[in-house]
């Protein structure tokens, strides 16, 4: 099955809006909140392990690369891809040296640290902005690829299905994908509930860590500044408040939270429901599905890329 129309794959508003200008606004917190604290999801680092060594990875939909580490440490070689610019830019020099831990210095958590033999490959990681529409990547010409928390973010099911028509487009004929995506159904005790497959799950930004993004809209530029801390004005109000109020000015459906000083932008996100990957993947005739399950609020596939059937 192959997605024949390009009007089909267009980037939908919903996305424009709500994925790829939210990203970019607010990369630097999401990488010095979360890409720092290293959690990478015990099925993906496990399926890297298992790669031969020497493999070439594509992560597509790499973020600030915190899969990056695992990936060189397990002997691989990563490329990765990413529709943000202002999140592919916090991958670079993201890791510390092992031998920063015996130092005593700040080396952050063990997942975003290389040996010194990979260092070289932290400061100058193979990135390149691209929509997952459109890997700029030869066909067959990757070992194995990844897709971590993309396909949540794809809103209609034309779109997914020809990102999965890319993965296995770049990836040898033998490879394997792992593709993760949010779950419906959380685990018991999880905060998180969702009223419904598509969504807007709010992230709360920090007006300090919105200071390298100049915001566009249709009707307005605006540049904030850069504030070192929070400073105050004469009359003793934070300028903080001015820089949220312009954020969520100049995004459509980001808000501005008055008690708590920060700016809420709402990501759109498409929650699977149990077997809806996998019937996405019968509909690909170039990958056969290996494994397939739920892990820490998300449902995975793993995959394995094999010739189209032949028709004569």
Avoid at 17 to 31: L, M, S
Wanted: charged residues 25%.
């Amino acid at each position: 099955t192959t997605v024949k129309s390009e009007a089909n794959i267009s980037t939908p508003e919903t996305e424009r809006d709500h994925v790829h200008a939210v990203y970019d606004a607010i990369a630097t917190q999401w990488h010095h909140t979360r890409g720092k604290r290293g959690v990478l999801w015990p099925g993906a680092t496990n399926f890297l392990k298992q790669l031969p060594k020497g493999s070439v990875v594509a992560d597509v939909g790499c973020g600030d690369g915190k899969y990056f580490p695992a990936i060189w440490e397990a002997g691989s070689y990563v490329i990765g891809t990413d529709i943000s610019e202002p999140l592919l830019q916090t991958s670079i020099g993201a890791c510390a040296s092992f031998d920063a831990v015996k130092d005593k210095t700040n080396a952050g958590p063990e997942n975003r640290q290389v040996s010194k033999l990979k260092i070289g490959l932290n400061e100058r990681p193979a990135v390149a902005v691209a929509d997952c529409m459109h890997i700029p990547m030869r066909s067959k010409s990757v070992d194995a690829a990844i897709c971590i928390a993309v396909m949540h973010h794809l809103s209609t099911a034309p779109r997914r299905l020809r990102c999965l028509q890319e993965l296995s487009r770049i990836v040898k004929v033998g490879g394997r994908i792992n593709i993760q995506a949010w779950a419906l159904d959380q685990d018991e005790g999880s905060k998180r509930k969702f009223a419904g497959t598509d969504v807007f799950v709010p992230f709360n930004a920090q007006p300090r860590y919105l200071d390298k993004v100049v915001p566009e809209n249709k009707n307005t530029t605006i540049t904030a500044k850069r504030l070192s801390g929070e400073k105050r004005s004469t009359s003793g109000e934070s300028t903080c408040k001015g820089v949220a109020e312009i954020y969520s000015d100049a995004y459509d459906g980001a808000e501005y939270d008055e008690r708590k000083g920060l700016v809420v932008f709402q990501r759109y996100c498409h929650m699977y429901r149990e077997g809806e990957l996998d019937d996405l993947v019968s509909k690909i005739n170039t990958v056969e599905l290996f494994e397939s399950g739920f892990e820490s609020g998300n449902y995975f596939v793993i995959l394995k890329v094999v010739d189209p059937p032949n028709d004569t």
